[in-house]
């Protein structure tokens, strides 16, 4: 189990994306991501039922 290095309830709206720099409780400012693998988790809602997709990215 790791940290949560980003967290955002309107992901993808008024430009809010993960762009390699932490924002999650624990980092000093908007710290950038070291290098290495991630893994995420996107919950959403569609059609009214709850979806989520899960999967990982490599921050160089």
Request: hydrophobic residues 25%; proline residues 0%.
């Amino acid at each position: 189990m790791g940290l949560k290095v980003y967290e955002n309830e309107h992901y993808g709206k008024n430009g809010d994306y993960f762009r390699g720099y932490a924002n999650a409780k624990g980092f000093i400012g908007n710290s950038k991501a070291l290098q290495g693998t991630y893994f995420y988790i996107v919950r959403y809602s569609k059609r009214g039922k709850e979806e989520q997709q899960k999967g990982f990215l490599y921050v160089r």
